[in-house]
Each structure stands twice: as C-alpha cells, then as structure tokens.
C-alpha cells in the first residue's frame, strides 16, 4: 500500500476546556476514539494555560510528552522537585502523576497507552531554504506507523514516495502506510514538531 498524506487544518480541530486552560486536539487514534471516553491509543494536542498556577488532568493508563511552544512552564510531579521547561524543550512523564504546573504558556502534547503504543516526539528548527530527512527515533518496523509534523511557524514541503504536501503555521500532515522517510524542505526559518507512533 502506498502511503497516504492527510493534511489538518484549524478547521480540523476539536476544542475543549480544561481546568487551566484550553486543549485544541489535532488529532487522535483511532480516527473514531473519544478522549473523555479514555479509549484512544494515542493523541496529540496543544494546549493553552491561561492560569498562573494548575493542576494536569490525570491519565494513569497513558505517559506523555510535553514541550512548550511558547511561554514559561514549571512542572512538578508527585509533590517533587519543579523542573522548568524552555520553549521546544521536551519532556516525558507518567500521566498517572499528580503534575502540578506554574506558569502561563501553549504547549505540545503527545499521549500514549502503555503497553498499547510507544512514540516519539521532537522538535525541528530549520533554516531557509533547507532540505532534511525526518529524524526517525524508534527503530520498529511496522505497517501502522504513524507520523504526525505540525508547524509551529514557517512554513515547509513535506515529500515521501513521490507524494508531495504543502504544510504551513498551525497546520499538521499526518502519515501512515509509509516505508521510505520523508523529506522536509523549508523555504523559510520554520519550526515543527514531530510526533512517531508505533501501535504495538
């Protein structure tokens, strides 16, 4: 099967409130999964804390990846020692912690069922008029290997087999049934984040 690009759009999106803020769902698995059902293997989002201080939603059947994209952000699980996280800076923790947060900010989400599903998330900032191939972090070869690239700011062109997909701010490409790694190539200074998901 040749691979297929699926572009998401603002329009695309699914948002929702939550204690501290607001969550924009970029995109979700399976396609059909509710999160408030807690049935989905994997989700990404980006959320906007709009409160000085707050409280994570606990996820104890999931572990996330978290980075900033802009604003500060402070993070302390269990009552332990608080971390503080830079812009694309990214960290990973058990959503079953009690994860307290300080600081006002729009971050990046990745969520995955353990023993489901693992992943990886990164973040890319490429120069103008720059070529590159996707880092791939995990090694497993798998037929339902999903890729999501979602841009921060800039704009790029993602290209995998031939295929070929314009992709610009706050916008994301979602990737499936692929087996060569795609190319970006940006005609400006751009920034993404880039989410691999292996269901198990």
């Known amino acids: 099967m040749a691979s297929v690009l699926h572009k998401i759009t603002p329009e695309d999106f699914a948002v929702s409130n939550w204690s501290g803020g607001t ?9 059909e999964a509710v999160y408030a059902d807690r049935d989905f293997l994997w989700r990404i989002s980006s959320a906007t804390v709009t409160l000085p201080e707050s409280d994570f939603t ?8 978290i980075s900033p994209l802009q604003g500060e952000m402070n993070l302390s699980h269990n009552g332990g020692v608080e971390r503080s ?12 912690d009690a994860t307290h947060a300080r600081g006002t900010c729009t971050d990046f989400n990745l969520m995955l069922r353990k023993g489901r599903c693992e992943g990886s998330l990164c973040c890319l900032q490429v120069a103008e008029n720059a070529v590159l191939q996707l880092p791939q972090q995990l090694v497993r070869i798998s037929k339902n290997k999903v890729l999501v690239l979602y841009c921060v700011y800039g704009e790029g062109m993602l290209e995998i087999e031939g295929q070929v997909c314009a992709v610009s701010d706050k916008e994301a490409v979602l990737v499936s049934h692929f087996s060569a790694w795609p190319s970006l190539k940006c005609s400006k200074s751009s920034a993404f984040m880039v989410a691999e998901i292996v269901p198990l």
Do not use: N, S, V, W
Not at 23 to 31: E, H, R
Not at 58 to 65: A, E, G, H, S, V
Not at 85 to 96: R, S, V
């Open 58 to 65: 606990p996820l104890k059947d999931y572990i996330r990846y």
């Open 23 to 31: 969550t924009t769902q970029l995109a979700i698995g399976p396609a």
């Open 85 to 96: 996280l830079a812009p694309f800076e990214i960290h990973l923790f058990d959503g079953a």
